[in-house]
């Protein structure tokens, strides 16, 4: 490529990686520890979640103009995550009868700045859905590959949980777990009726402190950042620390254009960028480029890498970029639990998320639909925020007043205010979370008509759910109002039914999605190797979720990390053997 | 580090104290150098720091409105023998605000104030703000009770339960109304498990 505008920089780095969430963290944490000058591109800006001009949490819910009102940020004022499902002047699009809602995150850290630190390996029957069940596709590679990399994250990140030898949801090198909380006790003794198994949750927050990290001290706010790094995320745990070994120049600000490559080798030379600050057309060289912007994102520059070489975008000799997309399925329901009412006040925040959670318990030989699910569970006494007390009109003639005579809905007064205090911490909700199966008709592409601010072309989407994902939301919305019931608990507002797909999310809002440059032997059907390096270009590797060819139920943030630190070690070894 | 010193050095950072985080000037030396200071409130984004400067600098109710929000809002939510009132623990000037940050709510809000005045205007002959206590309360209770209300009430139903909403929430997110509410989180501490004494009230253990 020879643009003449561009400035080129003179130095050439061991790395460049493009992208600063878990996948490219992970990535410039591995190769600048093994002694790499890696250049560490992110779009957005600096984070840290110890610095106090970044610092939300413990503010108070009136601290906040609009009371944690989800205005500008999606998941509430005092989430940590800038960006989100629309962002001024980055647009992307979908075919008609289609959706798909692209979050994202511009900032150091990237989408692990919004998560539940939910922390689940994939299990052995993950990898291998086509020849377990005809569907979907195979991994290259198995359980046995990752799991000494599921347990070196384990060690270096931290995650909490318990044994409990389930094949499915294989056991970790686990922190202890908390204890649940009230309601989740209920939940716990309704599911054991039900046959529902319900365990401790998985997450990757330090109920000890590690590596000079400190502990948990159970504000129930992972969501906001933590300022003693007791959560993991990818700014604090891994970027803040790779940029401390002197080898990682991170940009900040430098929105990816393409990955440029040589004519003649064909091999990547580097990256180009906007340098946001400043709107200039930038560029950097590396030996090894490394994409880690999210799973659509680098699709997106891979698609938009033309070149005479590379006609349908870079890496895509096979047509497969930007297909197979998929994002977990999710449904979710609330109830009212009437024993809960009048509860004694204790702290009960706890860690950030539940302490609880029901890993996929049923055979599908048995179901009408071919993939499982997991719950995650909510409730209890968390900082009343915006929003709280909507709706009470809804609520509060469903169980007799204190004076046990039955009361007309809504209302106003000394009454209703006592209502408030009186149904305060008695709500639970659940939600699943399930595995879609992978299709090739469910795809991005770049949008032939429209450009983003910086002139980059921007992305269409065409995403329907199929028959599998509505069954399995319908099995969801089946089980939750018997776990409701079990517990004793009023399911609250009608039940989702076909009309709405089971209450099946859209496309996208699970912030899950995977799969658009997709792992395989056969170069014919899939992008990269199993070494997350690219089949067309031998120093070009992907190591975010677009490697991934399914995802189980199983919220990929580990298996992404897991990843990249097994690609960063197969790296390592290329270049030492001078392969790369 | 021990958990007590990270609970001690979260409450220096929070102070300001942030030379004490080595992390600190880890990320100074990685700003871009021509970057300028902006004045943008901890945890903001400069777009939302301007954003919110900018709406707290603009009005949208009138003093009319404004009053007829307040006295409603203490119909909703009065000073009884454990807290204040909706006024009193600032929800109109909350109310205010969410009208401009979330425009979508404008003409429910505007337009349902003024239903009310008429209805107001045509039984008594003057708006709501101005009616005797007693008059306020006659409307309140047709519009007050979903279930019972008269179907050409309906209107005013659907506006009462967004008011009821916005009144709830402001009063509840409010120092005021948190100490109500007795939530007793957002501190540092150590979960140690649900006390004995509502364990046995629930009849459930750990050990089960």
């Given at each position: 490529m020879d643009v003449p505008q561009i400035k080129k920089a003179a130095k050439v780095y061991d790395v460049v990686i493009v992208g600063s969430g878990a996948g490219g963290g992970m990535a410039a944490y591995q190769l600048s520890k093994a002694g790499a000058t890696v250049c560490l591109l992110e779009a957005g800006g600096y984070f840290d979640p110890a610095d106090p001009k970044y610092i939300n949490q413990?503010?108070?819910?009136?601290?906040?103009p609009r009371r944690g009102?989800?205005?500008?940020r999606a998941f509430g004022d005092?989430?940590?995550?800038?960006?989100?499902w629309e962002i001024e002047g980055e647009p992307y699009s979908a075919v008609k009868g289609t959706e798909f809602h692209w979050f994202r995150s511009r900032m150091l850290g990237g989408r692990t700045n919004?998560?539940?630190?939910?922390s689940l390996r994939m299990g052995p029957d993950d990898f291998k859905r086509k020849s377990l069940t005809g569907i979907g596709e195979d991994w290259p590679l198995g359980y046995e590959d990752y799991a000494p990399y599921y347990d070196k994250v384990d060690d270096l990140i931290g995650v909490f949980g318990s044994k409990e030898g389930l094949r499915d949801a294989p056991d970790g090198r686990f922190l202890p777990p908390p204890k649940p909380r009230l309601h989740e006790l209920m939940i716990k003794k309704a599911g054991k009726s039900i046959g529902v198994p319900v365990i401790p949750s998985r997450l990757s927050i330090l109920t000890k402190p590690i590596h000079d990290r400190g502990g948990c001290?159970?504000?129930?706010?992972c969501g906001r950042a933590c300022q003693a790094y007791a959560d993991f995320s990818s700014s604090s745990v891994l970027c803040i620390p790779a940029v401390k070994t002197g080898r990682v120049t991170l940009i900040n600000g430098a929105m990816a254009r393409e990955v440029i490559t040589d004519?003649?080798?064909?091999?990547a030379t580097g990256v180009s960028y906007v340098?946001?600050?400043?709107?200039t057309e930038q560029s950097v060289m590396g030996k090894v480029v490394v994409l880690a912007a999210s799973t659509c994102e680098t699709a997106r520059l891979l698609l938009n890498s033309k070149s005479a070489r590379f006609q349908n975008g870079l890496a895509n000799s096979s047509g497969v970029?930007?297909?197979y997309l998929n994002d977990s399925t999710g449904a979710s329901r609330g109830a009212f639990i009437?024993?809960?009412?009048?509860r004694k006040r204790y702290?009960?925040?706890?860690?950030?998320?539940?302490h609880v959670y029901s890993p996929w318990w049923l055979d599908?030989?048995?179901?009408?639909?071919?993939r499982g699910y997991h719950i995650e569970y909510g409730g209890g006494m968390g900082m009343p925020m915006?929003?709280?007390?909507?709706?009470?009109e809804g609520r509060n003639s469903i169980v007799p007043g204190r004076d046990g005579k039955p009361k007309a809905a809504g209302g106003y007064g000394a009454d209703l205010k006592d209502d408030f205090r009186r149904f305060y911490g008695a709500n639970i909700g659940m939600a699943g979370r399930g595995e879609p199966v992978p299709l090739e008709s469910n795809y991005c592409e770049i949008d032939p008509n429209t450009v983003d601010k910086y002139g980059i072309p921007t992305l269409r989407f065409n995403y329907k759910w199929g028959e599998a994902e509505i069954k399995q939301a319908k099995h969801m919305q089946d089980t939750f109002e018997e776990i409701i019931h079990a517990m004793g608990g009023i399911a609250l507002?009608?039940?989702?039914?076909p009309e709405t797909n089971?209450?099946?999310?859209?496309?996208?809002?699970?912030?899950?999605e995977i799969g658009t440059a997709r792992m395989g032997n056969d170069p014919k059907n899939s992008v990269l190797n199993k070494y997350s390096q690219a089949h067309d270009v031998k120093n070009l590797f992907v190591v975010d979720?677009?490697?991934?060819p399914s995802q189980g139920d199983k919220n990929v943030t580990w298996t992404i990390l897991a990843n990249s630190w097994r690609t960063s070690d197969y790296i390592i070894d290329q270049v030492k053997q001078k392969n790369i | 580090m021990k958990r007590r010193d990270s609970l001690k050095a979260i409450t220096l950072s929070s102070l300001g104290?942030?030379?004490?985080?080595?992390?600190i000037s880890a990320a100074e030396s990685i700003m871009p150098p021509d970057v300028k200071p902006v004045k943008i409130p901890g945890g903001r984004q400069k777009f939302e720091a301007e954003r919110d400067a900018k709406l707290n600098a603009d009005k949208f109710f009138t003093p009319h409105e404004l009053k007829t929000v307040t006295v409603l809002g203490d119909i909703i939510i009065p000073a009884d023998a454990k807290s204040g009132s909706a006024s009193q623990a600032g929800t109109p000037a909350f109310i205010e605000f969410m009208m401009k940050d979330q425009p979508q709510w404008q003409t429910p809000m505007r337009g349902g104030l003024r239903w009310l005045d008429n209805v107001c205007t045509k039984r008594f002959g003057k708006k709501f703000a101005d009616c005797l206590k007693a008059q306020q309360i006659e409307i309140v209770d047709e519009i007050a009770y979903p279930g019972k209300a008269?179907?050409?009430m309906s209107q005013g139903v659907a506006f009462f339960n967004m008011m009821r909403g916005f009144v709830a929430t402001g009063f509840f997110t409010s120092q005021m109304g948190i100490k109500d509410l007795g939530y007793v989180g957002n501190t540092p501490n150590q979960w140690e498990g649900v006390p004995a004494d509502v364990l046995k009230q629930y009849n459930l253990s750990y050990d089960e």
């Open positions: 413990l503010k108070w819910a009136y601290e906040s009102a989800g205005t500008t005092f989430d940590a995550a800038w960006g989100g919004h998560w539940g630190r939910i001290f159970y504000c129930a706010q004519a003649k080798t064909g091999l340098d946001v600050p400043t709107m970029v930007g297909k009437p024993a809960l009412m009048d702290n009960e925040d706890g860690v950030g998320g539940a599908n030989k048995k179901l009408d639909f071919p915006y929003g709280f007390g909507f709706g009470m507002g009608k039940k989702p039914g089971y209450g099946l999310e859209a496309p996208g809002k699970i912030i899950h979720a677009a490697a991934f | 104290f942030a030379g004490l985080n080595p992390q008269k179907p050409e």
